[in-house]
């Protein structure tokens, strides 16, 4: 796992598992607020772009990045 995508509190979260992105059959890779309004969603790589406040940027109350936690 890169150094990058190490667990860190409020920027990268490690799951057993990713949940299914919200807007389609995806896995989800952000865990993000969304620009419609404040509320959040399970978005994968290309939903995040599209609907995430802040893609690519992670930290509390922006998003975080999830990953599968080792030995899951």
């Keep these: 796992m890169s150094a990058e995508l190490e667990?860190?509190?409020?920027h990268v979260v490690a799951m057993a598992y990713?949940?299914?992105?919200?807007?389609?059959?995806?896995?989800?890779?952000w865990d993000a607020r969304t620009?419609?309004?404040?509320?959040?969603?399970?978005?994968c790589e290309e939903?995040?772009?599209?609907h995430a406040a802040q893609p690519g940027v992670t930290g509390?109350?922006?998003a975080q990045r999830l990953v599968v936690r080792e030995g899951a």
């Design 47 to 50: 939903h995040a772009v599209e």
């Design 60 to 62: 509390v109350g922006i």
């Design 18 to 29: 990713l949940p299914k992105c919200d807007v389609c059959p995806k896995p989800a890779t």
């Design 7 to 10: 667990p860190r509190p409020g």
């Design 35 to 43: 620009r419609h309004g404040s509320s959040w969603a399970y978005l």
